[in-house]
């Protein structure tokens, strides 16, 4: 079924059409976005108006590209001398003179009392202007789902936001950054893992990740680096992205340096630190030449740092990974020949922890790192299961990540590479 919102072609009209559309139905949101769009209040007193796609009082234009038709994407006004301008830009962008052209066509119509806000992706500073204003969209579907409305087309509004930023990331329109801001994975049993919104999720967290400077700071993370080329797929049941460590160049360089990685799967989402088959010889000389002592003793301090972490959700695990894979061509995806995963917490007695102690899985990991003999990846991270997790499904789930990333720092810094 075609969604009501879908009555254009282009993109970025689209957008303002739902924006249009969720104001218009909802008087509160109206005067919110008022006041959000521009720190002040709406005309006291007056029924105000939203439109789109024509200047008030004239018939509708036909749909054209914004730049062609010299019209703003939609008018908010009081039928008098007040009004607020809407211009959207996704893909295109920010024009100086062409919001000034906006300013002057408004005030030649009699709005002597104008003012614009733009909607971009990236916060902008625009010049100064008192009457311009710059926010962006993921703030607006923020705004959206701040909840309170009388009504649920903020709701509708914030929906759509998702369903488009998710066809413009497909179509190749929308190449960086996003129209909606990290809120939590959604997945639970009454709402299973769907791929295409655990890559949407993924983006956005791995995006929010790179803006924490601690991750640069403690374990020197190249924030601006790219991570995957691409991520494809339709039918997976995971999908993952990662953030390089200083001093990794190259496309090729994650499968020779270690790199923070996040994989959202089907029941979980795992943090970790990855140490790839192919890791550089002196980065694996470091690890092994711990022994099995020295070993355990850099992941108890992995172990302790992440208290932190399962302070605050006791039902994460800390574990252990081995993968042994092989690669039937070059693209195809791994297949998994085995699997060593375990709780950290077994290997370190503690009366008052619910998990046994059994300290015999991190002898055996120990010595199958050590002395591998096929393509194997050792990974040392936190898990945080869907069912039992309830952090998982908050904006809050982005601070985990970080505090699970630097608790890794010990494993890092045996290696020197902080």
């Known amino acids: 079924m075609r969604n009501p919102f879908d009555q254009y072609d282009d993109p970025e009209n689209r957008l303002t059409h739902a924006l249009a559309c969720s104001l218009a139905e909802d008087r509160g949101f109206l005067a919110a976005f008022v006041r959000w769009a521009t720190g002040e209040r709406p005309p006291s007193g007056s029924a105000l108006l939203v439109e789109e796609q024509t200047i008030p009082g004239r018939l509708e234009e036909v749909e054209d590209k914004p730049e062609r038709r010299g019209l703003p ?25 062409q919001i000034q052209r906006h300013l002057r066509t408004a005030e030649r119509h009699g709005f002597t009392d104008r003012r614009i806000v ?14 311009i204003h710059h926010q962006t969209w993921r703030d607006l579907y923020r705004l959206a ?12 509004l914030a929906g759509y936001m998702i369903v488009a930023e998710g066809r413009m990331v497909a179509a190749g329109y929308l190449t960086e950054g996003t129209l909606t801001s990290f809120e939590g994975l959604q997945f639970d049993r009454d709402t299973p893992y769907s791929y295409r919104e655990a890559k949407r999720a993924l983006g956005l967290l791995i995006g929010e990740m790179r803006t924490r400077r601690q991750l640069a700071e403690k374990l020197g993370a190249d924030l601006e680096a790219p991570g995957r080329k691409a991520i494809t797929g339709t039918g997976a049941n995971s999908v993952w992205n990662f953030l390089r460590l200083g001093g990794a160049d190259g496309d090729d360089a994650f499968t020779k340096r270690p790199h923070l990685t996040l994989s959202i799967q089907w029941n979980r989402a795992l943090v970790q630190v990855t140490v790839p088959n192919g890791v550089e010889g002196g980065l694996r000389k470091a690890l092994v030449g711990l022994g099995p002592e020295g070993f355990g003793d850099v992941l108890g301090k992995v172990l302790k740092g992440a208290r932190s972490v399962l302070a605050k959700e006791p039902a994460a695990v800390p574990y252990l990974m081995l993968l042994q894979r092989h690669y039937p061509s070059q693209r195809s995806e791994g297949i998994v020949d085995g699997r060593l995963e375990f709780d ?17 899985w ?26 039992s997790c309830d952090s998982v499904r908050q904006r809050g789930f982005a601070d985990m990540v970080e505090k699970s990333w630097l608790a890794c720092a010990p494993l890092l810094e045996v290696m020197g590479l902080i």
């Open 118 to 131: 733009v909607l971009s992706l990236h916060p902008h500073k625009g010049n100064g202007a008192e009457e």
């Open 362 to 387: 991190l002898d055996l990991a120990y010595h199958a790192f050590a002395g591998r003999r096929s393509n194997m990846q050792l990974s040392v991270g936190i898990s945080f299961p869907y069912d």
């Open 344 to 360: 950290l917490r077994t290997a370190f007695a503690d009366e008052e922890s619910p998990v046994k102690g059994q300290p015999e």
């Open 73 to 97: 994407d939609a008018w908010i006004h009081d039928g008098d001398e007040w009004c607020l301008l809407v211009e959207s830009k996704v893909a295109s962008k920010i024009d100086q003179s």
């Open 145 to 156: 789902l701040q909840g309170g409305w009388k009504t649920v087309w903020p709701t509708r």
